[in-house]
């Protein structure tokens, strides 16, 4: 089975602060592989390992996304693809580039991806790029599962969970309840640096039917939520009621 | 939080050049097991004094005890970057740290001075983690006077009976194999005891003050008897083994201490942007200001020390005096750290053992694998000249 993984080399949430007027600090911010991102590797990983075959992964982004492909090789993907952009581009553009590297890389029989990126979470390239491949997209799947020329997934939405099946190839995106991605072994990170990587620009897979227009990212700041900030002053008794009628009329008990 | 930061990344710059990158990746690797693993146990592994072993298991399996050697499953990594590594472990968890150090620490003694089957044997089992090491030197009347032990090996034909108890044993009653120290005929000689022997005992765990997580024990050898292909290099040289053993071991140890310093600094530096008073932050006072102040420069002072000394063992040059330095500095520093973030912390430092379980474990370490004491005379010696 020929599979290849999307990934973002995203800007690492946890540790992204805000200035004082709300403002995410992104210059000079640390980056490291999406979080989801890291779900689709892994369950990649784990069709190779139970329907054998081989994992391509696939980043497109500036110098720095090399090392979420590195991450990615040490996991047990077997080679990579480094998809060169000096710019930021959005999810149409991205979608249309990867779908143009795959093309050229493949032909695969399973796309995977993250439901979203872990730094933006647009959640849009994943169903772009299966209309630019022209194939059918599964999104949201906790659960894949390969059968043959079959592959049947199961998606949680919001108050349902509802199973998709459809014959391969196929785009499927992953949330972050489908595994536990693996750490690899200091060896694994050291003979990952022997596994062959290759590079493409965004410049050399542009067409006629590259995307004109792109959507910019203007302004992003941080939404502030403000607190009730309630305090209940008196003998214990008397607070602790207080605070259960609060609680209920919050709707909270 | 994360273990492996911005300033992990520039210590690697300025140490290693070039090759930073490489190591900065494998590091951020490693921490990203223990933040996952390793580092949500480690309260828990204080208050139930124990459970480290799956901790433990976990990081023999990333390949951390690996890293330092350079062949029979070693990955020839530089010892300085193997010393940031246990700072990061140091950091997540103290006793994991500290059972792996002196586990390796016998590894090393192996490595470097057992015979070829020992190498396949034993070595080769250590660095996997198939089996866990021991290293039994001190005795209820001999910790830093060493050569005063009292344990003896009597050859016997085509073997040695070790008898003698050693005390404050850490890994013991869990350990595989006991890298064992003790007098025979030809002076001071070394043994690898296998955990099972006849006539070896362990005694019941001993309480600490910090460490909680990992064992500490006697071990008793009564006319345990050892094969001797079992000894470990030349009979009677055992004491040139340890000394070169402990060296590496101290700046494994000092590492430890910055990896708990570090833990105890960041957790404080938290707290006194959260915490107000007197309608202000507390670090927007300045005797917190001064006391952070410190507080960073000791931590990178210790890591610099232990990397210096590092550095010059991988040259091949005599590291001991810089290695005692090391360690002198990082863990009298860290008892030092930690016991400011606790001041910081007010009364919830002093009844939170979050915060103050990190200055009982610093706490061993200005004794252990060598007293401060013990360490100064070697210094001592190598600048006047003298017994150290």
């Known amino acids: 089975m020929n599979i290849a993984v999307c990934v973002k080399h995203a800007v690492d949430e946890g ?108 959640g849009l390239v994943g169903p772009m790029l299966a209309r630019w491949l022209g194939l059918p997209f599964l999104g949201f799947a906790r659960k894949v599962e390969v059968n043959g020329s079959k592959v049947r997934t199961e998606a ?56 004109k227009f792109g959507v910019t990212v203007g302004d992003v700041v941080v939404q502030s939520v403000d607190r009730k900030k309630l305090v209940f002053e008196g003998p214990a008794e008397e607070t602790s009621r207080k605070l259960i009628d609060a609680l209920r009329k919050e709707g909270l008990l | 939080m994360k273990l492996f930061q911005t300033e992990h990344r520039r210590a690697l710059r300025a140490f290693y050049g070039e090759g930073h990158a490489a190591f900065s990746t494998l590091l951020e690797s490693l921490a990203g097991t223990l933040e996952a693993e390793v580092a949500p146990s480690s309260a828990r592994f204080d208050a139930d004094s124990g459970g ?93 006077d060493a050569r005063a032990m009292s344990t003896t090996a009597t050859k016997t034909g085509s073997s040695y009976r070790i008898t003698g108890t050693k005390t404050f044993i850490t890994n013991a009653g869990e350990a595989d194999v006991y890298f064992v120290v003790a007098r025979s005929e030809k002076g001071h000689s070394a043994f690898l005891v296998d955990g099972s022997a006849p006539g070896l005992s362990v005694g019941a765990d001993i309480p600490k003050l910090g460490m909680r997580g990992s064992r500490t024990a006697e071990v008793r050898m009564d006319g345990c008897s050892v094969p001797a292909e079992n000894l470990v290099g030349e009979d009677g040289r055992a004491f040139e083994y340890v000394k070169s053993m402990l ?61 210096y000394a590092s550095r010059i063992k991988e040259t091949g040059e005599d590291y001991g005096s810089e290695a005692a330095q090391a360690k002198i500095i990082a863990t009298e520093t860290a008892s030092r750290v930690c016991d400011q973030a606790i001041q910081l912390f007010g009364g919830y430092g002093y009844t939170n053992a979050d915060v103050h379980r990190h200055w009982r474990d610093a706490r061993l370490l200005t004794i252990g694998e060598g007293a401060s004491e013990v360490l100064r005379l070697i210094v001592a010696s190598m600048e006047l000249g003298g017994a150290a």
């Open chain 1, 15 to 122: 540790e992204l602060r805000a200035d004082t007027s709300g403002r995410p600090q992104l210059q000079g911010a640390l980056s490291k592989m999406g979080s989801f991102d890291r779900n689709a590797v892994e369950e990649a990983i784990r069709l190779k390992e139970s329907n054998g075959g081989s994992v391509t992964v696939v980043c497109l982004g500036g110098a720095d996304s090399k090392k979420t492909l590195k991450e990615a090789l040490a996991m047990g993907c077997d080679k990579a693809l480094a998809v060169a952009s000096a710019r930021a581009l959005d999810a149409l553009a991205t979608s249309y580039y990867l779908s143009r590297a795959l093309k050229k890389a493949g032909p695969f029989d399973v796309v995977l991806l993250a439901e979203g990126a872990s730094d933006t979470y647009h």
């Open chain 1, 156 to 211: 949680a939405l919001e108050d349902r969970a509802e199973s998709y099946e459809t014959v391969l190839p196929a785009v499927i995106s992953v949330v972050s309840e489908v595994n536990t991605p693996r750490y690899p072994t200091l060896l694994q990170i050291m003979q990952a640096a022997k596994k062959p990587m290759e590079e493409v620009t965004v410049e050399s897979l542009t067409d006629e039917g590259a995307p």
């Open chain 2, 52 to 144: 480290i072993s799956s901790a433990r298991r976990r990081l023999f399996e990333a390949g951390l005890c690996r890293m330092p050697f350079d062949s029979h499953g070693g990955l020839s990594l530089p010892f300085g970057v193997y010393s940031l590594a246990m700072e990061l472990v140091g950091a997540a968890d103290a006793p994991t740290a500290m059972s792996l150090g002196i586990h390796n620490t016998v590894a090393d003694g192996v490595f470097r001075y057992g015979s070829e089957s020992q190498k396949k044997e034993v070595f080769e089992d250590l660095v996997s983690g198939k089996r866990l090491a021991s290293f039994s030197l001190t005795e209820p009347s001999s910790g830093s």
């Open chain 2, 247 to 307: 060296s590496g071991s101290r700046i494994v140890m000092g590492s430890i201490c910055v990896g708990i310093a570090l833990a105890a600094y960041r957790k404080a530096l938290h707290y006194a942007t959260e915490r107000k008073l007197f309608e202000k932050k507390l670090s927007d006072m300045q005797m917190t200001r001064e006391r952070v102040a410190d507080m960073r420069a000791g931590i990178n002072s210790s890591r610099s020390m232990c990397l």
